[in-house]
Structure formats: structure tokens, C-alpha cells
């Protein structure tokens, strides 16, 4: 069988316009992102996010955060622990089956997935491909993390960096419900990182050993499972619509039956098409009732609940959204980055954000030095609302394509005319038109224009 997250990287490099090194030379030189420990080398797998990413990384939770928890009534949020008690991971089958096999190169002592051979030796690349080299049986290697809590060594217990943060959403599941006074229907939201030892770290961010999920729980009778596998994925279907991703850019993919765990009734994965191809942002998940029929049985706690009509328990079935921040954040930046050619053969680059998303909402330029007091005034009184940056160093033009650069949707800029109409130019990102708007009325201008369809 075709390993999904390796297909369509043929398709993917001939139809991208856009490279991987591109995006991660930018996001190095603005402070996006960049390897974590870099003036020691790096280490692999970890990544740092700087003053933009943290900002696009911020947006996209608080975006997800809004549309999953803020808007509904039947779904509560929560913050669990990254280390969670042991039996946790018994009960989801991690600690005994959460394993890729692995093969490692006896001649260069590195390891690969025995399932992904089909790439070019990084010792010999032009020479011959993994499979061709010097390699061992392959072996299962556990993705879990260890750490170990206690005082001493010797009265250490060994625990388990969570491989993902559903583990908690289903054991707080009867404390949430009583607590929040929820009844079936209703879900458990959480945004978290987790932790897998990944064997072979790549594509930049998109697998690395450290990442942050965005989760849903939704728990429902198994009668209804079906239906709400349906509403939930066409929900955020659309949702990553609405991060503006390009139709011809993402698509759902269906599991095949030898792709579903042995429990799930039925998985489809959101993909994105990023220059290394075909691959998974978001899967959605009906996962039947397994989960909290293994935590009843590890715990000895009954987490079955009552219904009412057929006067019968039942253990609730769950409807799983599952999305990786840092996946869609790569997302967002490869659907956003633009090399475009201007009139009369000049260049710029820029980043299309859609505007929740975007870093810095509006920046905040004086034509002169001359003018900064004034200027600097708006800037302070815009970011009660925004983050908002102010710039009065070269000039207009080059300013003007940092922020392009960057992504933010608006430039205003003080002029000399400022000073006696009490007006502000407003530059689009986008379109690259301007608009005279009053200081009076600014506030309200970028509001309308910033929450625009949202």
C-alpha cells in the first residue's frame, strides 16, 4: 500500500509554485521560525518560534478556540497536564502498540522508518536510495517519551510525555460534564502540546518531536455517531476554508479499510498540498465507543451514561477533530507566500494572509521622522484593539514591501497633509489600493475590514 503521507509529491513539485527553502529562509530572516538551540547546531525535531510565528501561532489557537468553544454551547474547553498519571496510556493501547518499525544503517549509524526506504541515502544521495544501503531487520521503537517523577532516582516512577492530548479529555470526561452540567451530546476542546520520538524528523515543521495539537471530544450516543461524523466534518471542512486556503490546495481524504484503527467506524484526514506533496493537517475521527469503555475498565470507574428514553446505560461513542497547529501554521505559510511581479518589471514578495491569522494587523508609518510623535500616538491608541507595529526607518516604499512581506493587510501612513485634515492613508496588502480615511474614523474602518466575513 501507498504510504498517504509520502503521495503526490511528484504532482506536488511540478504544481507548487512555491519551495520549502523559500519559506524556511523567510521565516528564519523574519522571526518566524527557526531551529531551536541554533547557535549550538540545532537539534533535530525542535523548533522555535519567533516574534511573527508566535503571533500567527497565537492567532490560528485563538481562531480555532473561537469557532470550537466560544461560539457553541455544547462544547467546554480545558487546560490538562502534559504528564498525566501512567495507566493513561495502558488504557489507549500507546505504551504496548504505539511503535513505527525501524531500520538503522550499519555503515553510517543512522535510522530510518522501514516503511518510507524509497528516499536518497543522505550519506550518498546521488548514488543510491535507504533501501540499497547497509541495513538492519526492522524493529518496533516505542514514539512515547519517557521522563521520570521523584525526589531520587531510586524512588523514581516512570511516566510518559503525552503522545497526544486526547488521553486527558477522556479521562475528565465525567468531571467535565458534572462540573459544566453538559448532558450527551456535547464535546471536550483542547489545545496542547504532546510529544513522539519520532524516528526520522522532517519537512521543516510539519514532524518534529515536539508539537501542539488542537482537539475535539465529542461524545454522543452510538446511535448518532454517523450523523454527527458528518456535521463535524463538514464543519471543519470549512473552517480551514476560512483560514483562506485555495480550493485546489485542500481536500478530505477518506481512510481505506486497512488505513482505520481496529475501533474506528470510519477517518477522514484534511489534507493540504504542500511542495512535498499530499499531506495531513486535521483528521476527523468516529472512534465508536472505545475510549471510554478501555478507561472504565483500567480505572474500575464507571463512565457509561444514562438515557432517558430506553430507560438503558450506554457508553458514549466519540467524534474526534484532531488538528496539528504547527502543520496548519506550515500550511498557512506555503498557501500564503506570493513572489509576484509588479508593473514595470518590478518584484515583491509577500504573505496573503487571511486576516485572523495575520501576525500584525496594521502598521503605522509617518513620511517623516518629522512626523513620528503624531504617529506614534495612533499606533498606540490601534493596539488597545491589534497588534499593531510601527516603522519609520527608509523609505515609504520600502516600507511598505516589509509589511507586504510579512503579511499585514494594512499600512497607514501620516502625512504632511495629516496635519491639517486630520486624515490617514490606508494602504491594502492585496490590491495595493489606498483610501483616505479620517483619524476619527480609523478605528472603526480597520474593524470592519479586519473582521470582515468572519
Not at 531551529?35 to 508566535?54: A, C, K, R, T
Not at 454522543?220 to 458528518?230: G, K, N, T, W, Y
Not at 480597520?446 to 470582515?452: A, G, Q
Amino acid at each position: 500500500m501507498t504510504d498517504p503521507q509520502t503521495t503526490d509529491s511528484a504532482e506536488a513539485a511540478e504544481s507548487s509554485a512555491v519551495r520549502m527553502e523559500d519559506i524556511v529562509s523567510l521565516c528564519a530572516r523574519r522571526g518566524f521560525i527557526f531551529q531551536s538551540g541554533e547557535i549550538y547546531g540545532g537539534i533535530n525535531g525542535f523548533w522555535d518560534y519567533g516574534p511573527l510565528g508566535v503571533e500567527l501561532k497565537n492567532n490560528l489557537k485563538a481562531f480555532w478556540w473561537r469557532r470550537m468553544v466560544r461560539e457553541r454551547d455544547d462544547v467546554e474547553g480545558i487546560d490538562s497536564a502534559i504528564i498525566t498519571h501512567p495507566r493513561t496510556w495502558e488504557a489507549s493501547g500507546h505504551v504496548a502498540n504505539f511503535s513505527d518499525p525501524m531500520v538503522d544503517c550499519r555503515d553510517c549509524k543512522r535510522r530510518f522508518r522501514a516503511d518510507q526506504l524509497d528516499q536518497p541515502c543522505p550519506e550518498a544521495p546521488a548514488k543510491r536510495q535507504v533501501a540499497e544501503c547497509n541495513l538492519t531487520e526492522p524493529r518496533d521503537f516505542n514514539l512515547m517519551l519517557q521522563t521520570s517523577i521523584g525526589a531520587s532516582q531510586e524512588d523514581a516512577t516512570t511516566a510518559f510525555l503525552r503522545a497526544e492530548t486526547c488521553g486527558s479529555i477522556f479521562t475528565t470526561f465525567k468531571r467535565v460534564r458534572d462540573a459544566s452540567r453538559q448532558k450527551v451530546p456535547f464535546g471536550i476542546a483542547q489545545i496542547g502540546k504532546a510529544f513522539r520520538n519520532e524516528i526520522n524528523p522532517r519537512n521543516f515543521t510539519f514532524r518534529s518531536r515536539e508539537f501542539e495539537q488542537a482537539e475535539l471530544e465529542f461524545f454522543c450516543h452510538p446511535d448518532q455517531s454517523a450523523r454527527f461524523f458528518e456535521e463535524w466534518r463538514e464543519l471543519r471542512l470549512r473552517f480551514h476554508r476560512d483560514l483562506g486556503f485555495e480550493e485546489a490546495s485542500l481536500r478530505m481524504r477518506p481512510h481505506d479499510s486497512d488505513e482505520l484503527a481496529h475501533y474506528a467506524n470510519a477517518a477522514e484526514d484534511v489534507e493540504f498540498l504542500f511542495p512535498f506533496g499530499w499531506q495531513e493537517i486535521e483528521g476527523v475521527h468516529d472512534r465508536g465507543s472505545f475510549d471510554l469503555t478501555q478507561h472504565t475498565e483500567f480505572s474500575g470507574k464507571d463512565l457509561s451514561e444514562f438515557d432517558e428514553e430506553a430507560k438503558s446505560r450506554f457508553t458514549p461513542a466519540v467524534i474526534e477533530t484532531s488538528m496539528g497547529i504547527d502543520r496548519t501554521a506550515l500550511a498557512i505559510l506555503c498557501n500564503g507566500y506570493v513572489e509576484e511581479e509588479l508593473e514595470g518589471g518590478e518584484k515583491r514578495n509577500l504573505m496573503r494572509f487571511a486576516h485572523p491569522i495575520a501576525p500584525i494587523k496594521a502598521t503605522v508609518l509617518p513620511l517623516s521622522k518629522k512626523l513620528a510623535e503624531p504617529a506614534r500616538k495612533i499606533a498606540a491608541n490601534l493596539r488597545r484593539h491589534w497588534n499593531v507595529f510601527y516603522d519609520d526607518s527608509g523609505n515609504i516604499g520600502r516600507r511598505y514591501r516589509r509589511q507586504d512581506e510579512i503579511g499585514t493587510p494594512f499600512c497607514v501612513t501620516y502625512d504632511f497633509d495629516s496635519e491639517t485634515d486630520q486624515k490617514v492613508t490606508v494602504r491594502d496588502r492585496d490590491a495595493m489600493t489606498q483610501e483616505r480615511i479620517g483619524l476619527d474614523q480609523l478605528e472603526g474602518w480597520l474593524r470592519d475590514h479586519l473582521e470582515s466575513g468572519l
